[in-house]
Each structure stands twice: as C-alpha cells, then as structure tokens.
C-alpha cells in the first residue's frame, strides 16, 4: 500500500468519506506525496502531454496574442504577464521568444508564474534561464499573490486540475458523491451522501437535471475564476483560458485519471496518477461576468489558432527545416487544431476589461 492510500485510510477512518473534490486534491496536492508535488508529469516520458509540448507554435501565438492585447490596453509602460499553472515554463518561454519583435511590449513585462508545484517550479526555473537569462519571474502559490497593476494571464490545462464535487440526482433531491473505504475489497470506493431536497451549490441549468442525472462543480475553479475577472476589471488587462471542457453546463461524469499516456481507474493509484475534469465553461464565463469582466467565446482551440495564423506560421517553420522536421510540424499543426484531435475538444475562453475591443482570434 502506497503511503498516500494509508494516509486516505486513515483519513476517512477519522472523518468519514471524502467528498470528490477532497480526494482529487489529496491525490494532486498532498504537499508529500501528491501527483504534482512529486514529479514532472509531462511529456512522452511522462503521464500525458499538452499543447505547449506538442509545439513552439502554440506559446508563439499566444505571446503575440497577449502583445496585441497589450497593444489594445493603450500599451502600459509596465504589465504583469501571468501564467497559471505554467508546466515546464515551455509556453513562456515560446512566447517571451515571440513577442522580441514587439520591443516595448517585451520591455513592459514582468513574468510571474502561479505555480504550486516545487518540482515544476524548478523545471520553470531551468527553462527561462537557459532561454531568458534576462527575465526575473516571480512565483506565486495563488493569483490573489500578484502585485497590483495591468494583467495578462494565461491558463492552458489549468483549470481542468481543480477540485470538482459530484452530486447525483434522485427522486428525494441530491446525493453527493464521496470516496469511502470498502473493508470487504480492502480498497477504496464511490458511495452516495444521504439525500439533501435542496443544494445552494448547485447553480441553473444543472439544478434542473432529470433524475439519475450525475452532475459536476469545482468551487475552486469558479473561485479562481472570480479572483481573476473581477482583478482584470478593477485594474485592466485580459486572460486566455484554454482547457477541455464543454461551452453549455450538462450533466455527466468527467472525473478521469491518466496515466502513462492511457486512461486509468480514477480510485485505483491515488497520487500515481492525473486526475482531470471537463472545465464547464459556462459556469466560468459567468462567474466571470458576475465579477465585473466580459467574455470571448469558448471557441474551438483549431479554430482560434487558425485565425492567429497557425497555417503561416508552420508554413514559415518548415521552409527552412529538414523533411524531418516538416513531417513533424505538420502532424503538430493537425494535433493542435484537428476536429478530431485538439482542435474541437480544447476550448478557448478570453475574460477581459469591459473597455477592450473584442480580442484576436474571437472577432
Ligand atoms: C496539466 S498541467 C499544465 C501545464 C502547462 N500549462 C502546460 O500546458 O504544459 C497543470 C499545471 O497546473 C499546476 N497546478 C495544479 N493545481 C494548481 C493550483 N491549485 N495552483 C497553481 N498551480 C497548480 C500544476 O503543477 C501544473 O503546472
């Protein structure tokens, strides 16, 4: 038995079972054993791989997306670019990279990385000093920690990492769904709450599921939210969330563990492996608005980099690369934007200031 199993045995023992999101951040963050405090998950060595790993391209563009933001701010002498959750600091230092031909811009940034991760915090670290002596990042635990002032912030593949809450439908009102200790199977298992008629966590539409319905929230993820658009609204400045998820809140069981590239049990290897689920975007967009910001889309990740001229920008690539490297650009650039690959599955939120026109890849 892993330590974090024991230690989720004699959690429950104590406090009885955990509620979804309690596990998903014992598994992720436990500050000893958790999925991201232990290791980095990415890559073809790792559990799974994202969009700035796939390809220079994507941080490329969405530097130069954040530089006509900037543009469109009236160009302040001095901006915070923020990335949440920043992996391996790849997409930052694509971007920073892109974004040298806009001097000023380049000029007014200053880098700060909210990242919880010890381990990633040291790859960050390794990867903007051999690709940007020059910048001095700072780190965060928390967005609420960024100093005052105009943002940009960039979240890829943050938000899906934040801990949901299930709750079931029954014909007596909610059951949520929590994480117990089977004796018998001397494993752990999904059981339900008692029945409760009604839940103010629960918002419309997903209040008026039909019964049997399964259906998700993440506090945490609407909270963060909330913390960044009422930031953008007070103080000026933009955010690109990309993230798997869906545009219009619907029932349905998301919660998913990888591991090694594959889909694992989500109970059997706590700590081991990722746990994910689908960002409801129309959640997030309107906590969004509640606190003051305006939104953009979701639109599909293909068709968002499209209009940021993904297709030129490969086609520029590959004329000076090797048939190797063309063959690889060109499978980067289907991955990325393909209906069937990332391209659809992978939506595109921006939240900004109400006074913004509308951004680059959403007009
Ligand atoms: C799926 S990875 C995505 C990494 C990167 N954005 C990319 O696209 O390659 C999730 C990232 O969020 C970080 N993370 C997870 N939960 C966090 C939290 N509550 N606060 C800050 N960072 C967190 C992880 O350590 C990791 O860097």
Redo the contacts with the bound molecule.
Sequence with gaps: MTALLAHLRRRIALEGPLTVARYMEEC??NPAHGY?MTRDP?GAAGDFT????ISQMFGELIGLWAAVQWQAMGEPESVHLVE?????G??MADALRAVATVAPFRAAVQVHL????PV?RDRQRDTLAAHHPDVRPQWW??LSQVPAGPALVIA???FD??PIRQFLRGAEGWRERLVAWDQDADALAFVLSGAQAESPLIPPPLNAVPEDSLIEICPVGLRKGHTLAARLAAEGGAALIVDYGHDRSAPGDTLQAVKDHEYADVLADPGEADLTAHVDFQQLAQTCIQAGAVTFGPVGQGAFLSSLGIGQRAQALSARADAGQQEAIAAALARLTGDDQMGRLFRVLAVQHPSLPAPPGFE
């Design positions: 992720l963050g991201y990415l994202t969009a700035p790993e949440l959750g920043p992996g391996r790849t997409l909210v990242e919880t991760s990633l635990n928390d890829n593949e943050f990492a934040l």
